[in-house]
């Protein structure tokens, strides 16, 4: 049997790291896979999040199994932080998962669980990930235009147009903010846009919610979720918290689903908790009690927010820096977008060519759609990085 399997094809974004990893240059520079990194080219590890697992080593009295839908209190917690006082606490069912990507999944299975007939319609381009996800679950798919290339923004007519395909209980995958790979966002009238449609055609928002924090802050990245909330009898929605609080390996995340009434609630509840225990049984706790800490500490709250606050400047500033660099250098404002996209990633716009031969003479390794990861950037190599996009005519 297990002489069948055939070799699989390997992720893009992970094996961008593995040869980043792999290459012997000490100037290299690596803007591939979504983490984050300060100047030094380090994830830290948060300062609330230090103090909040030494909290938890000092009282917690069992690992015994906590509930199938994970720790009530995180579900609270993460049910505030992403929906605010949007929609009713007895409207939102939550279930914790092994991180955002988990979450997905598992939103995946609850979509088809609920309508096997649904369609799936993601944005082009996505994350990989989640056309890959829904190829392997056999799911029906169907993609959106999202991105126009020429001016890096979104097509948002295009984007309209292909959803006016939409039919009754199809589920329409959205990014919450920080759009990956685009780094370009749903302005406030085009979410509202967006839910006008949706509620008029009877189909299921699924949004992907993985940078909140990093944006244009923590309460305005979620102002399109929440649009959708007070709008919409029903949504679905997976939130990471790999990203904002700096815990990617504790794979901690969480799936909600918003219902019409407290009676359809309990039953999405029933059924989250039934869908984690067919997949994994019981959700990872630990990063999960951690972020519920941090959550409902005042002090630490703050402390987490003030450095979550400190990671997004840091982008913003590497990304006017980099746009100011480029307008200097080729003497336009071509790439004046990337001060106005948010979030870790912008496709730049270069061809697979010009990425691999970034990658080949100067050692700096992108997607080859061009996505970057600007937390993969420091002052010093913003010019290294400006002065090869303009070497090989980006
Ligand atoms: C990314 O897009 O780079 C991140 O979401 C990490 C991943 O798992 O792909």
Redesign the pocket.
């Known amino acids: 049997m297990l002489t069948n399997l055939k070799p699989q094809p390997a992720?893009k974004?992970?094996a961008l790291g593995k040869a980043f990893r792999e290459d012997p240059r000490t100037d290299k520079i690596d803007m591939?896979?979504?983490?984050y990194r300060n100047a030094e080219g380090v994830t830290p590890v948060m300062r609330a999040v230090k103090a909040a697992e030494q909290v938890l080593i000092d009282t917690q009295g069992t690992k015994a199994y906590t509930s199938l839908s994970g720790d009530p209190a995180f579900c609270a917690a993460m049910r505030g932080l992403v929906f605010g006082d949007a929609v009713d606490v007895s409207r939102v069912a939550a279930a914790a998962t092994p991180g955002g990507?988990g979450a997905i999944r598992q939103g995946f299975e609850l979509v088809r669980y609920a309508n096997p007939e649904a369609t799936v319609w993601v944005s082009s381009p996505t994350?990989p990930?989640h056309v890959s996800i829904l190829k392997f679950m056999g799911m029906p798919m169907r993609e959106y235009r999202y991105f126009d290339e020429a001016s890096r923004s979104v097509d948002f007519e295009g984007m309209m147009a292909d959803l006016t395909e939409v039919k009754a209980g199809d589920a329409v995958l959205l990014h919450g903010c920080c759009h990956?790979?685009t780094g370009a966002n749903l302005t406030l009238d085009e979410w509202q846009a967006v839910a006008d449609h949706l509620q008029a055609t009877g189909a299921v928002p699924f949004v992907d919610i993985?940078y909140q924090g990093f944006g244009d802050g923590l309460e305005e990245d979620g102002q399109g979720v929440r649009l959708l909330a007070r709008q919409l009898p029903e949504m679905i929605l997976a939130a990471s918290c790999s990203k904002n609080f700096g815990i990617y390996r504790e794979r901690t995340g969480v799936l909600m689903t918003v219902t019409p009434d407290a009676k359809s609630q309990g039953e999405a509840q029933a059924t989250l908790a039934f869908l984690n225990r067919q997949n994994y049984s019981f959700p990872p706790d630990h990063g999960a009690r951690v972020v519920q800490i941090i959550l409902d500490d005042p002090a630490l709250r703050a402390d987490w927010q003030a450095e979550l606050e400190e990671v997004r400047l840091g982008m913003l500033s590497l990304r006017e820096q980099l746009a100011a660099e480029l307008r200097q250098r080729t003497n336009s404002d071509t790439f004046d977008f990337i001060a106005r996209h948010r979030g870790m990633?912008s496709r730049l716009g270069a061809t697979p060519e010009q990425v691999e031969m970034m990658r080949a003479k100067h050692g700096i390794y992108m997607i080859g759609d061009s996505r970057i990861?600007i937390a993969g950037l420091n002052t010093e190599t913003v010019p290294v990085l400006a002065a090869a996009m303009v070497e090989v005519g980006v």
């Not at 591939?32 to 983490?35: N, Y």
């Open positions: 992720d974004i992970l591939g896979v979504g983490v990507t994350w990930n990956n790979p993985a990633f990861n």
